[in-house]
C-alpha cells in the first residue's frame, strides 16, 4: 500500500482552496465586484466614442481609438483568463515577483534613453516593440504592489520599526519614483509613493514614521514643482487658469467650461463640442471633462458611484481574505485604482495641477486598460476564497 504524504492543518486547506479555486472558474467571484467593473468598462467605451470620435477621423475613421483601445481590452481578457485560472498565492513566488520588478525597472530605465524611449508631447514615457507602443509605468505599478504585498506578508518583517522595518520598503518604490520622475511623469510617480504609503499603514506602521516619510515627500514634490519655470507656470495656472488661458491654462479652462456647458443633466452623450478640437487630449487625461459636458452632474456623480461601489467591494475583498497576503494584494490593486481616479479628477476639475494621468476604465491606452483588467482579475481571484 502507497502511503500518502503527511499534511500540516492549514496546508491541507490551502491544497484544498487551490483545487477548489482551479474547479470553480468564475463561479465564486464576488458579485458586487464583477458588476461594478462590467459597468465601468461599459461606460467608459461608450464615454471613449463620444470623447474621441471627432478627432479620430484624422487617424483612419471615427472608431479608431475604440477599435485601439478593444485591442488592449482583448489582450486584458486573455490575461484575466490566465490570472483566474491560476493560483495568486504564485505571484509571491520570488522568480515572479522578482522578475516583474526587474522587469519594471528596466524598461523604466530604457524609457529614458534617447532613442530607445519614445518622446511625446515632451515626456519619454513609451517603449516601442514594433507597431506596439508600451508604456512601462503601468506595468511598474503593479509589480511594486505585489513586490510590496509579499515583503509585508512575511513574518520577520516588522513595520512599527522605522529605520530596520520601515524605510527600507520605500528602497525600491522611491527608486521607481525617481525613473519615473525622469520621463517626467509625477502623477504616476506619487501615486506610487501614496500606495506604497497605504499598504504599509495597513500592515500597521506607527502614524508618526509615516508621518516623517509624508513630510519627505511633500518636501521633494514641492522642489520639484519649483525647481523649473514650466512647473512654476503649471501651478500658478491651476489656481487661476482663466488668467492664463493662452498658454498653462487652456487646457483646464476648456475643461471647466466643458462642466458648466453641461449643467445639471448635459448636453447628451456625443453632442458636447468642447472635444471639436477645443478641449486638448479629451479621450486620456481629460475624459471625465467629456462625462460632464455631455452627461452633466447626474452623469458625473453616477460614474464616481461606480467608482466608490468598485473601491468598496475590492476593499471588502481585501478586509475579509484571511491570508496576509491576498489581503494586501487586493487593498494595494483597489488603492492604486481608487488614487488613480482621484487623482484625475481632481485635475480635471481644477483642485490639482494638470498632469498626464489617465482615467481608470475610460482613458484611451491599450496598455493602461490591459494591466488594469488583470489586476482586477487578481482582485476577483481573491475573493473567490472567501468564506
Not at 37 to 57: C, D, E, K, P, R
Request: glycine residues 12%; positive net charge.
Amino acid at each position: 500500500m502507497m502511503l500518502q504524504p503527511v499534511r500540516g492543518a492549514n496546508e491541507t486547506r490551502r491544497y484544498a482552496a487551490r483545487r477548489d479555486t482551479n474547479r470553480r472558474g468564475l463561479r465564486g467571484i464576488d458579485r458586487g465586484l464583477a458588476i461594478s467593473f462590467i459597468l465601468l468598462m461599459m461606460v467608459g467605451l461608450v464615454t471613449l466614442y463620444a470623447a474621441s470620435y471627432y478627432n479620430a477621423q484624422d487617424n483612419g475613421g471615427a472608431l479608431s481609438e475604440v477599435t485601439s483601445q478593444l485591442f488592449g481590452v482583448a489582450v486584458g481578457a486573455v490575461g484575466m483568463v490566465v490570472v483566474l485560472r491560476m493560483d495568486y498565492r504564485t505571484l509571491a513566488k520570488p522568480w515572479l515577483c522578482g522578475g516583474l520588478l526587474a522587469a519594471s525597472l528596466v524598461m523604466l530605465a530604457l524609457v529614458a534613453v534617447p532613442g530607445i524611449g519614445k518622446m511625446l508631447n515632451g515626456s519619454r514615457r513609451w517603449l516601442r516593440l514594433g507597431p506596439v507602443s508600451f508604456q512601462p509605468s503601468e506595468l511598474a505599478k503593479y509589480s511594486m504592489i505585489i513586490y510590496l504585498a509579499r515583503a509585508l506578508s512575511q513574518k520577520h518583517r516588522d513595520v512599527t520599526r522605522f529605520f530596520a522595518g520601515l524605510v527600507p520598503l520605500f528602497i525600491l518604490p522611491g527608486a521607481m519614483f525617481l525613473l519615473i520622475l525622469m520621463q517626467p511623469n509625477l502623477s504616476t510617480a506619487g501615486s506610487i509613493l501614496i500606495v506604497t504609503a497605504v499598504m504599509v499603514m495597513i500592515a500597521g506602521a506607527r502614524w508618526r514614521h509615516l508621518g516623517l516619510v509624508g513630510a519627505a515627500g511633500a518636501a521633494l514634490g514641492t522642489f520639484y514643482a519649483l525647481s523649473e519655470g514650466y512647473r512654476r507656470a503649471r501651478l500658478m495656472s491651476f489656481r487661476h487658469p482663466f488668467d492664463f488661458m493662452t498658454n498653462e491654462g487652456y487646457q483646464l479652462s476648456q475643461s471647466l467650461l466643458a462642466f458648466g456647458s453641461g449643467g445639471l443633466f448635459g448636453m447628451g452623450i456625443g453632442q458636447g463640442r468642447q472635444k471639436f478640437a477645443f478641449l486638448p487630449y479629451p479621450e486620456s487625461d481629460f475624459i471625465f471633462a467629456v462625462v460632464g459636458e455631455d452627461l452633466g452632474w447626474v452623469g458625473c456623480v453616477a460614474v464616481l458611484a461606480l467608482f466608490a461601489a468598485f473601491l468598496f467591494f475590492g476593499l471588502r475583498v481585501a478586509m475579509r481574505c484571511e491570508d496576509r497576503f491576498g489581503s494586501l494584494l487586493a487593498g494595494g490593486i483597489t488603492c492604486m485604482i481608487g488614487v488613480q481616479c482621484v487623482l484625475n479628477v481632481a485635475v480635471v476639475i481644477g483642485m490639482m495641477p494638470t498632469t498626464g494621468l489617465p482615467l481608470p476604465f475610460f482613458s484611451a491606452g491599450g496598455t493602461s486598460i490591459s494591466i488594469i483588467m488583470a489586476a482586477v482579475a487578481v482582485v476577483m481571484n481573491i475573493s473567490r476564497e472567501i468564506r
